[in-house]
C-alpha cells in the first residue's frame, strides 16, 4: 500500500465493532447494564450500541458457532477492550453479580495498569483495564 499523505486521510475512525451473539435482548441487556451502552436501534436479529467515546458496538444474531474464538499458545484472549478509570469497583459489580470473570492482573506485569475479563451472554471474552495515566490520543 503506498502510504502518502492522501492515502492517510481516507480513513479517519473506526464505525462499527460487530459481535455475534445468540440473543439480542439478552445481550443489549448485559452490554447496559454492565457497561453503559445505549441503544440506538434493535430489532429481533441485530442491534447498534453507543458507548461515548467510541464507534457503535453491533450485535448480530446468528446461528453458527459463537462465541469468537482468538486463541493464541493454547489461551484465549479477548475480541473486545473497554477502558475504565476503577478497575477494582468495576471488576467487583460483575463478582457480586455471579458473571463468569478472570482474576485482575497487570498488562505488562506494570502495577499501574490493571485488567481483567470477563465473558459476555454469549461468551465472547471481553477485555476490561485501568488506564488512569496513558497519555495517548484517543485514550
Known amino acids: 500500500m503506498n502510504n502518502t499523505s492522501e492515502t492517510n486521510t481516507l480513513v479517519h475512525t473506526v464505525v462499527q465493532i460487530r459481535l455475534p451473539v445468540r440473543n439480542i435482548d ?15 436501534w434493535k430489532t429481533e436479529e441485530e442491534s447498534d450500541l453507543k458507548l461515548e467515546p467510541g ?24 475480541v473486545l477492550c473497554i477502558k475504565t478509570s476503577n478497575v477494582f469497583e468495576c471488576y467487583r459489580r460483575f463478582v457480586d453479580a455471579g458473571e463468569e470473570v ?11 495498569f490493571p485488567e481483567f475479563n470477563v465473558t459476555d ?11 488512569p495515566d496513558l497519555h495517548m490520543d484517543g485514550f
Open 26 to 40: 439478552e445481550s443489549v441487556e448485559w452490554y447496559e447494564k454492565y457497561f453503559g451502552f445505549k441503544h440506538c
Open 55 to 78: 464507534p457503535y458496538l453491533f450485535l448480530k444474531r446468528v446461528e453458527q458457532p459463537i462465541p469468537i474464538q482468538i486463541v493464541s499458545d493454547g489461551k484465549r484472549h479477548a
Open 102 to 112: 478472570t482474576e485482575i492482573t497487570h498488562t505488562w506485569n506494570m502495577d499501574r
Open 121 to 131: 451472554p454469549s461468551g465472547n471474552i471481553i477485555n476490561i483495564a485501568n488506564y
